[in-house]
């Protein structure tokens, strides 16, 4: 696999004033239907479409060139309502907007330390929120294609599962305060 040259450094950014986001493309072909619909919810980021997402931005530095967003959403309770997940246990869930990797760094990168990028992200996505709640970690809920099956068995490594079976987009949700994988302690190399 290659690894990329530079270091990666991770930090808040507003989305409407980063200017990366207009031209921002996750695509390599491999799933165009999926790479269409990440590449608007950018574009409504971009836009003000989620006023209360918190834009992370990984970039490759010393250039500075984006490595890829994850977008953060405080949530009061479940995005989906279901007895499966109870809406005491998630009032104060967190919904990944999105999750992804600039089209130009797809393809099985991965940074100094052998972990692919896109393990990067989720890892700088858990790590914010333990940080914004005071070492605690809460439930954190996502929406993956179905067909994006890299995707899906990415984030079950890391805790994620699907409670519940739905027609299309697969819904996957995240134990509070389970802890982070080992190995995965500390900043990202």
């Given at each position: ?40 919810i ?11 997402a ?20 405080p949530r ?8 499966v ?33 896109s ?14 709640n ?13 067909a ?42």
């Open positions: 696999m290659p690894i990329i040259e530079g270091t990666l450094q991770t930090d808040t950014e507003v989305a409407a004033e980063c200017a990366d986001l207009a031209a921002f493309s996750c695509g390599d072909g491999r799933l165009p239907a999926a790479e269409d619909d990440v590449n608007a950018v574009a409504e980021l971009h836009g003000g479409d989620y006023p209360d918190v834009l992370r931005v990984t970039r490759e530095m010393p250039v500075g060139t984006l490595v890829g967003i994850a977008a953060i959403e009061k309770g479940p995005i989906i309502d279901h007895p997940i109870p809406e005491k246990d998630n009032e104060d869930a967190a919904y990944v907007v999105v999750l992804t990797l600039s089209g130009g760094y797809r393809g099985s990168y991965t940074c100094k330390d052998g972990r692919p990028l393990e990067v992200l989720v890892l700088e996505a858990l790590r914010y929120l333990v940080t914004e005071d070492g605690a970690i809460p439930p954190v809920q996502a929406v993956i294609a179905r994006n099956t890299p995707s899906r068995e990415m984030v079950e490594r890391y805790g994620f599962v699907n409670p519940i079976e739905t027609i299309g987009d697969r819904f996957y949700i995240r134990a509070r305060n389970l802890p982070l994988p080992s190995g995965t302690a500390g900043t990202v190399p």
